[in-house]
């Protein structure tokens, strides 16, 4: 028997462009008793082979067109790769890296366990992992490993994978090209600055345009008059932040009763020529607003999301979603100053008011998800 587990070193979750290292250990463990008539080489265990590679498997609406193996990612291996993906009529494989050998005639003793690394690096244009209702991604390292003359055994690591914007791979090739070498002549005693990592000055770039503060006012009205103003303090937010607002209601000509702001990110096809919508609520606020001068806004962006992205199948985008409750009634004006006590209206005619804010929604670091949303740190197969 041989104990095969597979752990990550630096958890389940890596961005776009980075690379995937994954300890993969196989262990003959001492068996309580052996028979004496046993001989020397029955006591040994052996593998013919064992290889590695990330598959990423797309799930699609059975309602949705079927797309045709031409659209398929052209510059990375396809659905003929050495260890298979199970697939069904709906589902395809996006992509898969190209198989690695990890060793091949593998003898262990009782007792004896064997460690390899196996390392890949994820395109930087292949899409992130998502489960939406319309599309799926799913990503996978499909380990595989077969005895002489046995069936080949398969075993499957889940991983996460994060999208890099466009931007933030814009800003951070901008800032690649401006570093260039001193033209002063090098010095021995100096230490040498080692150059930055691609990966490390993306997320460089993420948390630039995260960061920067640019407050937006926005006047909300209806056609009765003006209902709030509401102020967004940055437009760009990354996972696991808080979308921070006020709402200012001095400047209001209409009585704004209730107020409710939701996460909300809206899915869309992109083969399909209906154009097909789906909207996903996430988080929400609902506040009761009636006699507030101000009242702010305190939305969390949850760790389990996917930032917005764009591939051939679907395009992800993020917003707010408000819906005032305004009425006219003249019974809802606060009383006077001199005034004891006021009584509500028993029926108040109301109105419903909805409006969406586009957003900007990016990732963060792996590490960051990975401490929030935790992940099976060893996977194990059994080999008899």
């Given at each position: 028997m041989i104990e095969v587990s597979a752990k990550l070193v630096?958890?389940?979750?890596?961005?776009?462009?980075?690379?995937?290292?994954?300890?993969?250990?196989?262990?003959?463990?001492?068996?309580?008793?052996?028979?004496?008539?046993?001989?020397?080489?029955?006591?040994?265990?052996?593998?013919?082979?064992?290889?590695?590679?990330?598959?990423?498997?797309?799930?699609?609406?059975?309602?949705?067109?079927?797309?045709?193996?031409?659209?398929?990612?052209?510059?990375?291996?396809?659905?003929?790769?050495?260890?298979?993906s199970a697939t069904g009529d709906n589902a395809k494989v996006e992509f898969a890296t190209k198989p690695k050998i990890i060793f091949c005639d593998l003898?262990?003793?009782?007792?004896?366990?064997?460690?390899?690394?196996?390392?890949?690096?994820?395109?930087?244009?292949?899409?992130?992992?998502?489960?939406?209702?319309?599309?799926?991604?799913?990503?996978?390292?499909?380990?595989?490993?077969?005895?002489?003359?046995?069936?080949?055994?398969?075993?499957?690591?889940?991983?996460?994978?994060?999208?890099?914007?466009?931007?933030?791979?814009?800003?951070?090739?901008?800032?690649?090209?401006e570093t260039t070498e001193e033209l002063t002549p090098?010095?021995?005693?100096?230490?040498?600055?080692?150059?930055?990592?691609?990966?490390?000055?993306?997320?460089?770039?993420?948390?630039?345009?995260?960061?920067?503060?640019?407050s937006n006012f926005y006047m909300i009205s209806n056609m009765w008059g003006k209902v709030a103003r509401f102020c967004l303090f940055k437009p760009a937010y990354k996972l696991g932040e808080d979308i921070i607002g006020t709402f200012d209601f001095t400047v209001a000509t209409v009585q704004c009763m209730q107020v409710s702001v939701s996460l909300q990110c809206e899915e869309e096809t992109a083969m399909d020529p209906t154009k097909q919508t789906r909207i996903i609520t996430y988080s929400k606020h609902h506040e009761v607003c009636l006699g507030y001068k101000y009242t702010q806004l305190?939305?969390?962006?949850?760790?389990?999301?996917?930032?917005?992205?764009?591939?051939?199948?679907?395009?992800?985008k993020w917003r707010l979603h408000f819906e005032f409750v305004t009425s006219l009634h003249k019974g809802l004006n606060p009383p006077g100053a001199d005034a004891t006590s006021w009584q509500a209206p028993p029926e108040v005619p109301i109105e419903t008011m909805v409006w969406s804010l586009p957003i900007r929604l990016y990732s963060t670091t792996p590490n960051h998800v990975t401490q929030g949303v935790q992940g099976v740190a060893v996977h194990k197969l059994v080999i008899r």
């Open positions: 630096r958890g389940h979750v890596f961005l776009s462009g980075e690379v995937v290292e994954c300890i993969i250990s196989f262990n003959h463990p001492v068996a309580t008793a052996h028979k004496v008539s046993q001989s020397h080489a029955d006591v040994f265990e052996g593998l013919a082979w064992a290889s590695a590679q990330i598959h990423c498997q797309c799930f699609t609406d059975a309602r949705l067109p079927k797309a045709s193996n031409s659209e398929n990612v052209g510059h990375l291996t396809m659905a003929n790769t050495a260890l298979g003898r262990l003793s009782p007792g004896q366990v064997r460690h390899f690394i196996y390392r890949e690096k994820i395109p930087t244009d292949s899409p992130p992992s998502y489960r939406g209702q319309l599309v799926k991604y799913s990503y996978k390292i499909t380990i595989g490993t077969q005895r002489v003359n046995s069936p080949v055994k398969l075993m499957r690591v889940p991983i996460r994978v994060l999208p890099l914007a466009e931007a933030v791979l814009n800003e951070a090739g901008a800032f690649c090209n090098t010095n021995p005693f100096l230490e040498i600055r080692q150059k930055e990592k691609p990966i490390d000055l993306a997320l460089e770039s993420l948390q630039n345009i995260t960061a920067r503060r640019n305190i939305l969390p962006i949850p760790l389990h999301v996917t930032p917005a992205f764009a591939t051939d199948l679907v395009c992800l």
